[in-house]
């Protein structure tokens, strides 16, 4: 079967290769996918991911700490030494950042809902585990009992008494905090605000994890209901007055702010790097245990196949999880802590989902492209959703198409389904495309478990989390060992992915003009996605770390062919506007 696969023309440039014999030259894409398809099993990220989800995690508390040394403690058995202990010539270390929180951690531990006088109980944290607001405090250990009022509407909530009393209202929290905590003295809220992508008419138990504003001063707290959930309580509010009892128990606390970085030291361009992130917040087990795991099995492999000599590292491979965004912000600015530039970035995020389950499909979420200003035939925003950008917000470089053909490859290999979609952000990619450095979003969308507590082990699939690391790590391995030859390849596919791009717009603008569309509109976005591909092909001009006359000049052929065809598709437009 696998003979017969065909491969895209980059992945098949050199001899074959005996897995069990020392990397003499740089190995193909080929090869690298043989090394991963073997090692990545997937058996340690589903294992990661089942102990990671357990915990309801959030910067600081028990389960986010837990998985930090969870973490440390397997890159040590897989080899890696800690940074302070490690020689100069050591090839795999890591460490743990440490910072002082400015504000306290928080976790949940106990909570019931309860209707006063039928003792129906609305919501158990057993059982919904998303039930707290986070920054919730806890009640009195027998739990407060007060009236609802039943706020419909901001009109209603301007004129309404709540004063001692507990909220209810279907609305998001901005807003409803500020008239109802802040000004009106409620003791608390309850919100229902679940969105139609969840289909809470189906998952009637889901909540979605919602937060309180941090506050030193107002001590409140906050329930956040499902659709079940809150049904029952407008049915028992049509009858009249409903009281309710409600049980909170959280843990506020000083805690500190922990990162946990790894590193495969370069053997020859130590200094330059590819850096994958994950990060460990949020509760779920797609989002974000899946990534954690996935991340894990990933540089435990790499640890064995250095060791084995069977994989070299050229470049430095750098794995980082902590807090999303803010983490990988911090490792990007903070140069003095680096010992390499980084040349690319990927972030691994709800990367294990059994999508049978929960709907979506895998997704590579692009650097910002002309699809992301112009969204049409193909492109398409996910529910997650995006805003429009313009072309001074572009990112040309060769790590899309890059990116989307080793994945493709690997869908194709596994009868795996691979999508991509517009930039839309909210990630630990975007810190990397805010520092100008080339970075994408590996990803699933829309799940209907999205941040609520259904997303649970149950979701994940572990031969999603086996074709991700196992088209991750291709990746890597192809970029930080990338020779003139790699390069050469490289440009092909990206000529021919501009080519196809190109001549699908123009099928769509010379159907956009037909319906009366301006000519000079359509020239435009072909004008755009060619200044963009021809951008992206110089971009390769890093794949070699020294200087290389051969790869400048398979670049400057390549764009002196893009910008030919381009002409050529734009004077036919203009014909067939005449």
């Known amino acids: 079967m696998k003979l017969k696969h065909i491969l895209p023309s980059f992945l098949i440039f050199i001899t074959l290769f005996n897995c069990s014999d020392k990397p003499k030259s740089t190995l193909t894409t080929a090869q690298y996918f043989d090394l991963a398809r073997q090692n990545f099993t997937g058996n340690l990220a589903y294992e990661i991911t089942a102990f990671v989800e357990k915990y309801w995690r959030v910067v600081g508390n028990t389960g986010y700490n837990a998985t930090i040394y969870k973490i440390a403690s397997t890159l040590e058995e897989a080899g890696y030494v800690l940074e302070s202990n490690a020689a100069p010539n050591e090839v795999l270390t890591y460490r743990i950042e440490k910072r002082e929180m400015k504000r306290d951690t928080w976790e949940p531990v106990a909570a019931s809902l309860t209707i006063v006088g039928n003792n129906q109980k609305l919501l158990d944290h057993a059982t919904n585990r ?297 990630s630990d990619h975007t810190p990397f495309l805010k520092a100008n450095i080339p970075g994408v979003l590996l990803w699933h969308f829309t799940d209907q478990f999205y941040h609520t507590d259904n997303d649970r082990i149950e979701m994940v699939s572990q031969e999603t989390l086996k074709n991700v690391g196992v088209g991750a790590l291709v990746s890597a391995y192809t970029l930080i060992n990338a020779d003139d030859t790699t390069g050469k390849q490289i440009i092909q596919t990206i000529l021919d992915k501009a080519e196809k791009r190109l001549r699908d717009e123009f099928e769509i603008s010379k159907t956009a003009v037909t319906n009366g569309k301006l000519n000079t509109d359509e020239i435009q976005i072909l004008t755009a996605w060619n200044n963009w591909y021809i951008d992206a092909l110089g971009s390769t001009d890093d794949l070699v770390p020294a200087s290389s006359n051969l790869l400048k000049n398979e670049i400057n052929k390549a764009q002196e062919t893009l910008r030919k065809i381009t002409d050529t598709l734009i004077q036919k437009l203009e014909k067939h506007t005449k």
Do not use: C
């Open 130 to 426: 998303n039930m707290m607001y986070l920054n919730s405090v806890s009640t009195p250990p027998e739990g407060v009992v007060a009236e609802v009022v039943h706020i419909k509407d901001r009109k209603d909530l301007m004129t309404a008494d709540v004063k001692g009393k507990i909220v209810f209202a279907e609305m998001s929290l901005g807003f409803l905090y500020r008239k109802a905590i802040v000004e009106g003295e409620a003791i608390g809220l309850i919100t229902y605000d679940n969105p139609s992508y969840l289909q809470p008419e189906k998952n009637t138990t889901s909540i979605q994890f919602r937060s309180l504003p941090y506050s030193e001063k107002i001590k409140t707290w906050g329930i956040a209901l499902s659709y079940e959930a809150k049904e029952k309580l407008k049915a028992n509010l049509l009858k009249g007055k409903v009281t309710l009892k409600v049980h909170i128990q959280t843990k506020i606390y000083p805690s500190e702010d922990l990162t946990i970085i790894a590193n495969i030291k370069g053997s020859e361009v130590p200094k330059e790097s590819f850096v994958f992130s994950a990060h460990i917040q949020e509760p779920g087990a797609n989002d974000n245990a899946s990534g954690v795991g996935v991340q894990l099995e990933m540089a435990t492999v790499s640890a064995k196949l250095i060791k084995a000599e069977k994989l070299n590292a050229k470049r430095t491979l750098t794995f980082l999880w902590g807090d999303e965004i803010v983490s990988t912000r911090r490792y990007i600015m903070e140069e003095e802590k680096r010992s390499a530039d980084i040349n690319w970035g990927i972030s691994l995020d709800m990367v294990g989902e059994n999508t049978s389950l929960t709907g979506g499909s895998f997704l590579i979420e692009k650097m910002p492209d002309p699809s992301a200003v112009w969204t049409r035939g193909n492109d398409k925003h996910t529910e997650w959703g995006g805003s429009v950008l313009s072309l001074e917000d572009m990112k040309p470089h060769y790590l899309n198409d890059f990116i989307i053909e080793i994945f493709k490859n690997q869908g194709k290999f596994a009868n795996w389904e691979v999508k991509t979609n517009p930039f839309e952000g909210g």
